[in-house]
């Protein structure tokens, strides 16, 4: 059974950083997915980051692109995003999730089983 649980999540002034965590458990395909999401109140949920474990190749959104980092750890049981710069249009509930097996990058919720309970970010002055 995969079970991810994201931590990190805090207030954070505009032009600050930070750094959320993801400990995942059961993660035991080396070709998968595991990814960022974020929603905020009244919108849908929006893919951040996705990192291919089977080539580590990676997406971002264009909102987020040369801000934030996607990382894991080796064994696959920790990932992280590094957030810069942040403003306060990256205010939202943060999910980490994960998915396999997985042939290419996705940035489709629903191709994502498995989901943390999310974490909030927000930033503000």
């Known amino acids: 059974r995969v079970q991810l649980a994201e931590s990190g999540g805090t207030s954070v002034q505009p032009g600050g950083s930070l750094r959320l965590s993801c400990s995942i458990s059961?993660?035991?395909?080396?070709?998968?997915?595991m990814a960022w999401f974020r929603q905020s109140p009244g919108n849908p949920r929006e893919p951040v980051a996705v990192?291919?474990?089977?080539?580590?190749?990676?997406y971002y959104s264009d909102s987020v692109k040369g801000r934030f980092t996607i990382s894991r750890n080796p064994t696959r049981t920790t990932m992280w995003l590094q957030m810069n710069f942040l403003t306060p249009q990256d205010t939202a509930m943060y999910y980490c999730a994960a998915a396999m097996p997985a042939h290419k990058i996705s940035i489709i919720p629903g191709a994502f089983k498995y989901w943390g309970q999310g974490t909030q970010v927000t930033v503000s002055s």
């Open positions: 990192l291919y474990t089977g080539s580590s190749s990676t």
């Open positions: 059961g993660y035991s395909d080396s070709r998968g997915l």
